[in-house]
């Protein structure tokens, strides 16, 4: 406690006694040769005793800029740089508040030697349609991996599972020289590769090579992330090594080797655990190890989400993985490039389980219990390929195959029992299965672009297939007892054998025709998609006189052939200036949906559906700060084949459902419109959005209830669905001094959400909103600590139009503290804690936990070898228990969590890379 005073009492002195002067920096630049005003502008600070960066800003649409900060430094270096020009470069000195430049023009940078030509690299350099941060701009601490160096970059977030997000929106690409690194998870790249190699941080909207290749919009609500390699760093060996030994059995492996020759790379990495981290990870003292909750999500119904993993399905419980994979990417030949990436995976969990329902009835209530124990053993293959063949400047072929097999084996055990409402029980059951499944599919994706002249022509073609096979057998025994006398019992002990096949073509045509060069375009599409399932359920009984399965059960049993069948001509016209950028697609659907059922030949049914489909979307860029973007979208949806079969499927005895072969596809109908602004200056950001969508025949269950509450499902088409969402933040950064600064960021999203549905044949309504304002801070003294306390709440209200149906009310609250400390020097010490209270649970489950993690690390052999301590859970309080709830019902549940473990890991990393040559590339050069 002593040293903990110490170090806020240093903190305020070093406050109150620092002998900063402040300053504002005004001026503004133009062309030399023209005379214009030049609008973005980099315009950067930097001191002049070893070049680091101090602010930055970029100049507005008249060419004018203000630089606002604190300094110790007499003097400062003030370059501006813009593309086309030479850099400039002034000694400014800092001996008033305000200072005033005069006009600076920036001469044409025409390379001539008898010139003075500067050579720097801007912190930020802002292009057409990339933003580029030089990355030896930004400091980080020693030994920094990527992930570090992404969380210093202005518009840029990443949260604690690694999520990345630019400007509110989600990166979901990260490459490194234009290629991936491995495979689609962004991790292992962020985590893995350290700051030191890297040059430049590159940022688009996200696109395909084709659609890169042909000058095509990129999907500007994703982002893509592009990592440029020095290139003295781009030749050499490097990794890492790791392994953890803790109590409770717990361990952790992994190892990653990386050969990078110039265009060829080369990856091999393996890892396994048993602490519920199913992807590779070496266990960085950032992720926490295994299950740790940095992220709690509720639903609207008041479900649980830990770290985006919901425990109502696959992967809950405790899960022990070992993995495996490699990388290859390499240019072949000229205009020919390769990447292929193989992973396997192997994952085994066990799981115990406790739910407590109450079934809402418009004029009963019913209720039911239920313990279960799951167990499943999962082997995952997967390869993927690329290849890029460009002919010659104006024709590329690119050709993406993949494969991947899957195998399963799994047992579960449950017991489920029925009370009416005056808990006198009416049935129950037990149910035993072991499954084994076998999963193959290969798929092969092909585009071929061809451009014609300068203008922006272009045709492509767009070829995609798929084909898998699933091969299944499964043995249940079971026994449902009802208490009626009235009322068979059904008891099974069964083999079900499951064959399926899918089939997928997709081809697709663009044409695009310049009617402005390089600003009005339009495009001529043409697509057709054929989709072809088969699926055979065959189910035997056992036969008690054979001793074998051999009695072929028809009801249990059936053989379908769906075809989904679809072809749409279209017209996309698009028009694009430097801030403005505006697209209609106008397209028809000719839809022909075909269910063949081979045992029961009456059930069989053909369809054919034709429908309008729209989109539209305007993007409209104020300037490199700010910009708005909004679009509109009508989708049409066919419904599922186990909505279209006919027959009844009794497999489940207490549940019975029944297709619905008159379903009627579906219209989604959507609006969307959101703002988002950074200033680089003021460093503050601000981002928000709003979203709208009804649906038109919409596809909803629709059940009855018995006297015994056995049920009888089928599907219908309703109208009045709706959906409205919006959410945005504020983030605001202080620089207390050189050294500290203070994160501000506040946000909120909400939700107003209306269904149709159904409840023992009545229709209703029920309308759900939702809100969730949060509070975050995060304090960062460079090389001491950094503090980051956050605060959500989460409150939900559902109200019905059925006036037997109690509306419900859910408010949940979460409180997080992340700390670390970054001395003595070589130590790190981060804490974790995490509070959330549901005081809507029942009595019997948990409703308010603290969770406590944290991890002491020492490097050491320069910083090449790390000795991690890491206790989960240190206050054993670890749960899932929650609470969800609907019209139809109220449920509690509760299952089986990681808990209370230590352990001790090391790691060690190896780097050959710019062993040679190494250069400053935050230098400048004068040339005389």
């Known amino acids: 406690m002593k040293r903990i005073l110490v170090l806020f009492a240093l903190l305020f002195s070093i406050t109150i006694f620092s002998q900063q002067k402040s300053f504002n920096i005004k001026g503004s630049i133009n062309a030399g040769d023209t005379k214009l005003p030049l609008e973005s502008a980099t315009v950067y600070l930097q001191r002049v005793k070893d070049s680091s960066l101090v602010t930055y800003t970029i100049t507005d649409k008249d060419g004018r800029f203000s630089l606002q900060d604190k300094t110790y430094d007499d003097f400062l270096n003030l370059f501006i740089s813009y593309v086309g020009y030479s850099t400039y470069l002034k000694k400014i000195a800092i001996d008033k508040e305000n200072i005033n430049l005069e006009a600076i023009s920036l001469q044409v940078d025409d ?53 990345i997000t630019v400007n509110g929106k989600p990166v ?64 050499g060996v490097f990794g890492r090594l790791s ?9 952790e492996f992994a190892g990653l080797l990386n050969y990078f020759d110039n265009d060829r790379r080369i990856s091999v990495l393996g890892g396994g655990n048993n602490i519920n981290s199913p992807n590779f990870s070496f266990g960085e003292i950032e992720k926490m190890l295994g299950g740790n909750i940095s992220s709690v999500s509720v639903n609207s119904n008041g479900a649980f989400s830990i770290n985006g993993r919901s425990f109502g399905g696959g992967g809950q419980g405790i899960i ?28 085994s969990s066990e799981n115990d389980s406790r739910v407590e329902r109450e079934n809402i009835l418009p004029d009963a209530r019913f209720f039911t219990n239920s313990t279960s124990r799951e167990t499943s053993d999962n082997d995952n293959h997967r390869f993927n390929t690329e290849f890029d063949v460009e002919v010659d400047s104006t024709f590329l072929i690119n050709i993406r195959p993949s494969f991947s097999y899957v195998k399963n084996q799994s047992f579960n055990n449950r017991f489920d029992e029925t ?9 129950e059951s037990t149910f035993e299965s072991f499954s084994e499944s076998e999963v193959r599919r290969i798929s092969a994706d092909l585009d071929i672009t061809k451009r014609f002249g300068k203008n922006g022509s272009f045709l492509k073609f767009a070829f995609e297939t798929e084909f898998s096979e699933t091969d299944g057998e499964e043995f249940q025994l079971s026994e449902t ?35 402005i060069e390089k600003k009005l375009f339009l495009d001529a599409k043409l697509s057709h998609l054929s989709e072809v399932r088969n699926s055979e359920n065959s189910t035997f009984d056992f036969n008690t006189t054979s001793q074998a399965y051999d009695l072929f059960n028809t009801d249990l049993s059936s053989d379908f052939e769906f075809t989904n069948l679809r072809t749409t001509p279209s017209l996309d016209l698009s028009y694009r200036k430097d801030k403005f950028r505006v697209s209609f697609e106008l397209g028809y659907v000719f839809r022909t949906l075909e269910n063949e059922d081979a045992l029961r030949p009456t059930f069989s049914a053909k369809e054919r559906f034709d429908a309008v489909e729209f989109d539209g979307n305007l993007n409209y860029r104020f300037s490199d700060k700010s910009s708005i973007y909004s679009g509109y979208s009508l989708r049409n949806r066919p419904p599922q084949l186990r909505q279209l079969q006919a027959f009844q499927d009794v497999s489940n005895p207490l549940n019975i459902v029944v297709g619905n072969p008159n379903l009627s596809p579906s219209n989604d109908y959507s609006i969307y419109i959101g703002f988002n602004n950074f200033d680089f200056q003021k460093r503050t950001g601000m981002f928000f959005n709003l979203n709208a969508s009804a649906t038109q025949d ?114 949940t609250h979460n409180l997080k503290i992340r700390i670390a400390t970054f001395f003595p020097k070589r130590l790190e010490w981060r804490n974790d804690l995490n509070y959330n209270y549901n005081p ?83 230098s400048f050069i004068i040339l005389d």
């Open 243 to 251: 392994a953890g030994i803790g109590t409770d059995k717990r361990n």
């Open 320 to 347: 022990t993985s070992r993995n495996a994979g490699a990388n290859y990417a390499d240019v072949l030949a000229k205009g020919f490039d390769v990447s292929s990436d193989y992973f396997y995976s192997r994952s």
């Open 419 to 427: 009370f009416d409402e005056n808990q006198v029980m009416t049935n």
């Open 111 to 163: 390379n001539a030697l008898d010139e003075v030509v500067i050579k720097a690299t801007p912190p930020i350099t802002v292009k057409k349609d990339t933003l580029e941060f030089n990355v030896a701009s930004f400091k980080t601490k020693k030994d920094a991996n990527v992930e570090d160096l992404l969380k210093k970059l202005p518009g840029v977030e990443v949260d604690a599972s690694g999520e």
């Open 481 to 515: 007892l009802i208490v009626d006398p009235t009322v068979n019992d059904i008891l099974r002990d069964q083999q079900i054998t499951n064959q399926s096949d899918f089939s997928r073509y997709r081809l697709s045509s663009t044409y695009r025709i310049p009617l």
């Open 172 to 235: 979901n690409k990260i490459l490194v020289n234009g290629k991936p690194f491995f495979g689609d998870d962004p991790t292992i790249t962020t985590r893995n590769l350290t700051k030191e190699i890297i040059d430049k941080v590159q940022i688009t909207d996200t696109k395909t090579k084709a659609e890169a290749f042909a000058g095509e919009k990129g999907d500007d609500q994703n982002k893509t992330i592009n990592l440029t390699i020095k290139e003295e760093n781009n030749k």
């Open 698 to 811: 919409a596809i909803v269950t629709r059940t009855t209830v018995d006297d015994n509450f056995v049920r009888t499902t089928t599907y219908d088409n309703v109208d009045g669905n709706y959906r409205v969402s919006g959410g945005g933040s504020y983030r605001k950064s202080y620089k207390i001094d050189s050294l500290r600064t203070v994160k501000l960021n506040l946000g909120f999203n909400g939700s107003l959400n209306r269904r149709i549905n159904f409840n023992n044949d009545v229709q209703y309504a029920s309308k759900n909103s939702n809100l969730g304002p949060r509070l975050g801070a995060t304090f960062t003294w460079k090389d001491i600590m950094e503090i980051t306390p956050s605060y959500d709440l989460s409150y939900n209200i559902t109200r019905f139009d059925l006036v037997d149906f109690e509306n419900q009310e859910f408010l």
């Open 840 to 922: 809507n649970v029942a009595p019997g489950f948990q409703k308010f936990a603290w969770f406590w993690n944290s991890t002491l690390a020492y490097s050491f052999m320069k910083d090449k070898a790390t000795l991690t301590l890491k206790a989960y859970d240190i206050l054993n309080q670890n749960t899932n228990a929650r609470r969800i709830a609907t019209a139809d019902y109220i449920q509690d549940s509760q299952s089986t969590v990681l808990q209370q473990y230590f352990m001790l890991s090391f790691s060690w990393k190896f780097n050959s890379l710019g062993s040679k040559g190494k250069t400053d590339s935050n």
